[in-house]
């Protein structure tokens, strides 16, 4: 078993000008703990994130309740997100995690029994499982009426909008669509979504803009726009996430968690932002 070296992000700093309300909800963190390794056709891990890190982060946003998502590092291996789960409690805390075709129904019971509400489809390198396998895993997980968390390059949505036209339960649409590189707030791929929305059974994730923005932070214009577009549409079917602790970009472009928090005060309204925080996590995670 290796050795990985404690957290050296920042936890804490200026408050973020956003005051969060009652319920807050992180619908999007990542939690590496010590004695679980990565897995084999996963990253590795740089650093630490522990339940202990994350509160401090969480005290420092003012945010109540968190989802913890299966990073891509532990694979298929659910044991790391368990253990965070046991020690979160599930009165404040919700989990997405690696699901396959061949999971066992006891498991999936336990795991619910657990927190767990919704399993990752991640079409990007290093995703344990992908839109191969994705209608196999929803008809899975239909019965406990845990959603999907699809990940995918927006630029390429045509590769994915049949299937995702055929699942039947809830899904999100992860990372702002994730749009790489950005493209305007008009275009037709945007379309498609909105109407993936209106559909009734999608979701739509305010989380990690700084991963494809190409203008950057804290404004993020680029991808601010289409986010902006999505909100104003089906500002019932936003959630939002800080995607800490941000292993997806170098330390020199580490953004600043409340940054990631302050971008809901050009892009929403004191209402919307109360359902993005706080009414639609509630609806989808069972808070």
Known sequence: ????????????????????????TDCHI????????????GPKIPELATVENYRQLQ??????????????????????????LDQLGTETARGVAAVTPETPDSDLQAWHDQGIRGTRIMNLPGGAVTNDD???????????????????????????????????????IDHIGKFMPPVPADD?????????????????????????????????????????????????????GTNWPHVGVPRKQYPNDADQLDVLLRWASPEVR?????DNPAVLYGF
């Open 1 to 24: 078993m290796s050795e990985i070296p404690a957290n050296t992000r920042p936890l804490d700093g200026p408050a973020p000008m956003l005051k969060a309300p009652p319920g807050a």
């Open 30 to 41: 990542h939690l590496y703990l010590p004695g679980y390794d990565a897995q084999p056709g």
């Open 59 to 84: 005290r420092w946003l003012s945010l109540e309740r968190v989802v913890v998502t299966q990073p891509n590092a532990y694979q298929r291996d659910n044991s790391a997100l368990l253990a965070a």
């Open 134 to 172: 994705m209608l196999a895993v929803e008809r899975r997980i239909r019965p406990l009426g845990w959603h999907l968390m699809v990940q995918f390059n927006g630029c390429q949505l045509d590769d994915y909008l049949d299937n995702l036209k055929r699942i039947e339960g809830r899904y999100i």
């Open 188 to 240: 037709a791929r945007v379309d498609e979504i909105l109407r993936l929305l209106d559909r009734g059974n999608a979701w739509f994730k305010i989380c990690a803009g700084y991963e494809a923005s190409r203008t950057g932070g804290p404004e993020y214009a680029d991808i601010g726009a289409i986010a902006q577009r999505v909100i104003a549409h089906a500002p019932e079917r936003i959630i939002w």
């Open 274 to 278: 109360q359902k993005i925080l706080v």
